[in-house]
């Protein structure tokens, strides 16, 4: 499985936009970036996911660099229901899902 | 979004017995099921991919024997963990996935605390 690469912990202001960076330099052709978020005591949720074109949903947008050995998740304005565990995550269509360490997002009010 | 759920949320067990989870697809059919483990402060770690109707595979280094995984049809998908020791506490997850979705959806996960 190919691996990402994310600082460890990440600090916001509530309202302000938040920009979560991934490195994935061995990503495959066929290798989706999906991003998900964990909320303390929860199981993960979808947030985004991409291949080669930058993506937007209602919840984020999704970054994708030229040559895709990385991407950027960005929140447009936090809010402390943002404040969650991000998990950069590359899979192949149907295959499974390796959670790496991710990213820990503190908001401050 | 799909919605998956689990039962138990929060199960207490003395070690040796055994604790059934259940873990089911509200809105669709899943065809397949998995099954992760998160160690507090720890991130998620895949235990098994099941489809409905056929065996497990199961990650290494996880003893199929102690937790055995049935995917008996499109909507449920169970684990058991068999004699249970305190080194078995941890919060358990499923997911599921409708195959061609590109997304999987996640269970609210249950804690189990074996004493």
């Known amino acids: 499985d190919a691996k990402t690469t994310q600082p460890n912990s990440m600090e916001s202001n509530e309202e302000e936009p938040v920009h979560l960076p991934c490195n994935h330099s061995?990503?495959?052709?066929?290798?989706?970036i999906h991003w998900y978020r964990q909320l303390p005591s929860q199981g993960p949720e979808y947030v985004i996911h991409?291949?080669?074109s930058n993506v937007n949903n209602r919840m984020a947008s999704l970054a994708i660099a030229e040559d895709r050995k990385s991407s950027t998740l960005i929140l447009h304005r936090a809010t402390l229901r943002d404040a969650a565990v991000y998990y950069c995550?590359?899979?192949?269509?149907?295959?499974?899902?390796?959670f790496g360490k991710g990213t820990k997002l503190t908001v401050n009010p | 979004g799909a919605v998956v759920s689990q039962h138990p949320s929060r199960v207490i067990c003395k070690s040796g017995t055994s604790v059934k989870i259940e873990c089911r697809s509200l809105?669709?059919?899943?065809?397949?099921m998995f099954w992760y483990r998160q160690f507090p402060k720890q991130s998620l770690m895949l235990m098994a991919t099941?489809?409905?109707?056929?065996?497990?595979?199961?990650e290494q280094g996880v003893e199929k024997d102690k937790f055995l995984i049935n995917h008996a049809s499109l909507t449920l998908s169970t684990l058991t963990v068999t004699s249970a020791h305190p080194e078995d506490s941890s919060f358990y997850i499923c997911?599921?996935?409708?195959?061609?979705?590109?997304?999987?959806?996640f269970g609210p996960g249950t804690r189990l605390t074996v004493t």
């Open positions: 997911s599921a996935d409708q195959g061609l979705a590109y997304e999987q959806y």
């Open positions: 809105d669709f059919q899943a065809t397949t």
């Open positions: 991409g291949l080669t």
């Open positions: 061995t990503i495959s052709g066929t290798d989706y």
């Open positions: 995550i590359l899979r192949d269509v149907r295959k499974k899902l390796v």
């Open positions: 099941s489809n409905e109707g056929s065996k497990a595979t199961y």
